[in-house]
Structure formats: C-alpha cells, structure tokens
C-alpha cells in the first residue's frame, strides 16, 4: 500500500473512532444545560400556583389613599412603623381629626402602650360625614367618644386575608364584621378600606372611609 493512500485510510478510521465520542459529549453537555440553572429557573416558575384571592401586596400598605401618605419623614409609612399607633396617627395628615378625638378621649396611652392590635383608623373625610352639631356633641361626651373609638379597635394585629370573611371583638366590647379580598374590604359592609396593612410599632391600621358606630 502507498504511503498517501495509508494515511488517508488512517485518517479515516480515527475519524470513525472519534466522532462517537465527540457526539456522546455534545449530547452530555445539552444534559448538563438542561439540567443547570436555566432549567432551575425554569422550574421555579412553574412551581406551587399563586393563590388568586391572596391579597397582591404580599404584606404591604395597599389602597388608593395610600398614594396621599408622605414619602419621606414621621408620616411615612417607614415613619409610622416606627410609633406606637397614636403617635403615627398624628403624623398623618388625613388622621387629624381622629387624632384630635383620641386625644378629647384620654386614649393615646392606652393605644400607645397596647400590645400587637388593628386600629380601623377613619380620615377627616369619613369625620366629616356626621353632621358637625352630631359631631361636636360627641367629641363633648367622653363616654361617647371613648365608646365609638374603642369599637375602632381589635386586640389583634389582622392580616388582609383574616379580613375576607370576619368578625372580630373589639376593646368596646362589641363586633366588627370584615368581608373583601385582594385589595377590596369592607367594615360592618359600609365602611371601605383605602389604604390598609399599614405597619406602626404595636399595631396594624387599615384606613377607612366611614366612621364605625357601635350598636
């Protein structure tokens, strides 16, 4: 046999040897990439469902009002996580007329040195639904105005999903019933919350719109 025509047979035989191995290796390493962490990004997407009624805040402030809280400073909401609840109240401008009633009632103490409760907290607006001769005469009457802000208290911190079906007692002694989900809630199926899972140092405050009045 030629010499040329030796090699060319040579050549032939390793690239039929090689080539096996070379294709055993590209399959491997498409396994490996497959199995790497594009693939474990992929599986995490795909893994447990989101629950469509869990509320979309994942355990931050959420509701329209919640676009008028300051962004920096005591009224902030990085502010109030820092207060007890009356003492955020006060620096919340829409809460000023409720802070104003807390404080005709004696009870910034008693909420501030409460442990772990929900304050349904009405702005000046809902305030302002009561006719302001009804309105004075209740911020006259101590044991009114203690009744009615008592019953705006549960002595427990509530999470937006205890919210979508509840009933809760409050420091007055009395009921409030809860119903909603997502970004949606009622109170005692009249008053809505705007801007709620709003953090301070010993209490979670949802705001709403209409002022509670115990039965």
Known sequence: MSTPRFRRTALAVAAAAVLPFALTACSDSGKDAASGPAAEAGADVSSPAVDASAPTTA????????????????????????????????????LSTLVTAVKQAGLVDTLNNAKDITVFAPTNDAFAKIPKADLDKILADK?????????????????????????????????????????????????????????????????????????
């Open 59 to 94: 355990g931050g402030p959420f509701g329209p009002a919640c676009a008028g809280v300051p962004k920096e400073g005591a009224g902030s909401f990085d502010g109030m996580a820092k207060d007890p609840v009356a003492t955020a109240a006060s620096n919340n401008p829409a």
């Open 143 to 215: 044991a009114t105005l203690t009744k009615i802000l008592t019953y705006h208290v549960v002595g427990q911190k509530l999470t937006p999903r205890q919210l979508g079906n509840g009933s809760f007692a409050t420091l007055e002694t009395g009921k409030v019933t809860t119903a909603g989900s997502g970004e949606s809630y009622k109170v005692n199926g009249v008053s809505n919350v705007v801007c709620g899972n709003v953090p301070t140092s010993n209490a979670t405050v949802y705001i709403v719109d209409t002022v509670l009045m115990p039965k």
